[in-house]
Nanobody
Framework: QVQLVESGGGLVQAGGSLTLSCAAP????????MAWYRQVPGKQRELVAS???????NYADSVKDRFTVSRDNAKNTMYLQMNRLKPEDTAVYYC?????WGQGTQVTVSS
């Protein structure tokens, strides 16, 4: 069974920063695009940022210029650097690698 391990969530004040990590098995890490999603109760899961195997990135308009997605192929790990966080960024954040999802990590931004 493929398991993705997320870490880095927590509580932060508005304007602060957090970095999320997503470690994946090497067997799937290089297959294709990787992405971060987030979900709040009662709403659909939304795409936050993605990165291809070639390093091309894409961001939701709401996080553009504040969040940065990156990958370390040597560590089989994807990251999401989140700066200038806002209360509306509060959500459970999930990583997705190929067909597989992480367990989710809570990010809470206080005003």
């Amino acid at each position: 069974q493929v398991q993705l391990v997320e870490s880095g969530g927590g509580l932060v004040q508005a304007g602060g920063s957090l970095t999320l990590s997503c470690a994946a098995p090497g067997t799937i890490f290089s297959i294709g695009a990787m992405a971060w999603y987030r979900q709040v109760p009662g709403k659909q899961r939304e795409l936050v940022a993605s990165i291809t195997s070639g390093g091309t990135t894409n961001y939701a308009d709401s996080v553009k210029d504040r969040f940065t997605v990156s990958r370390d192929n040597a560590k089989n790990t994807m990251y999401l650097q989140m700066n200038r966080l806002k209360p509306e960024d509060t959500a459970v954040y999930y990583c997705k690698v190929w067909l597989y999802w992480g367990q989710g990590t809570q990010v809470t931004v206080s005003s």
